[in-house]
């Protein structure tokens, strides 16, 4: 009995360990997913941008909507998870946007360490070229990368770092090619500018096919802000079906459903106008 009692204590115990354990593993993503975005917010201030957002978005709804006491409780937890979802799609537009500007400057960045490496400089040194000559968010990413080396991380081992916590064709590419002529040889300044201009060539065609689907996204966009405009056209020229909309049961019905249409349907556009290259 002594036995089982002491046990019972010592579970809990660990329980509570894997679980904080747990938690410092996403806390830790986290951290390396709000880095990678260039974001600097303390945790502090994430938390209570999503709670004023709910906070927001749930008085919105419940003045417009006016739902029975037990839905506008129900609907909390709903503003919550779309404050969540928000800010989740704030953090991966700002890394889009980050990895976007990364690999735009990628090209002259590898033309740099190019032409140190020409003049005779180390890689490691040809790289501190780039900090020096460079804006963020690669004069960032290549002061990590020799921070690394400085502790005892090879360059080439910091480089697949890079291309990791900025995932690119053009960042994988980069580490491999460098890392493969440091086992077979061969001048470095060359494969550096051929890659260059390869990227170049990639960038160039990119913008070709963000020309070719322009009208495709605008028509995504028009579709995704058509219903809006005419809920609120309706709600001002026939107050009594805007009523009926926003306040009704089958109005609600009505909305959820024209809402998850237009989400399926901008979904499935974008993904018909990905091209990857």
């Known amino acids: 009995m002594v036995t089982q009692g002491a046990s019972a204590p010592s579970g809990i115990f660990t329980k509570l360990k894997e679980a904080g354990g747990e938690r410092a593993e996403y806390a830790k993503q986290l951290a390396e ?16 941008g999503i709670a004023a957002v709910t906070a927001l978005l749930w008085i919105v709804l419940a003045f417009f909507l006016r739902p029975a006491p037990l839905v ?10 779309i404050a969540c979802g928000g800010f989740w799609m704030l953090v991966q537009m700002k890394l889009r946007k980050r990895l976007d500007l990364f690999v735009t400057q990628l090209e002259l960045a590898l033309r740099l360490v190019a032409s140190g490496v020409r003049i005779g400089l180390g890689l490691r040194q040809a790289l501190t070229i780039v900090i020096e000559e460079m804006p963020d968010p690669a004069r960032y990413e290549y002061m990590r990368v020799v921070g690394q080396t400085n502790i005892g991380v090879s360059v080439y081992d910091a480089l697949d770092n890079l291309s990791k916590r900025m995932p690119s064709n053009e960042t994988m590419m980069m580490a491999r090619a460098i890392r493969i002529q440091s086992q077979t040889g061969g001048d470095l300044s060359k494969i550096l500018e051929h890659l260059a201009e390869t990227i170049k060539e990639r960038r160039r065609i990119q913008r070709k096919i963000s020309a070719l689907t322009a009208e495709g996204r605008a028509s995504a966009g028009i579709l995704s802000g058509l219903p809006p405009f005419l809920s609120g056209f309706i709600s001002i020229t026939e107050p009594q079906m805007g009523h009926a ?14 809402c998850v249409l237009e989400t399926l349907g901008v979904v499935t556009l974008m993904r018909m106008l990905k091209v990857d290259v």
Request: hydrophobic share 50%.
């Open 33 to 48: 997913l709000l880095d990678r975005a260039g974001m600097q917010n303390k945790p502090q201030e994430i938390l209570g």
């Open 72 to 81: 506008g409780v129900l609907l909390l937890p709903l503003c919550a998870g």
């Open 245 to 258: 909309l926003f306040f009704t049961g089958p109005g609600h019905i009505a909305l959820g459903i024209v």
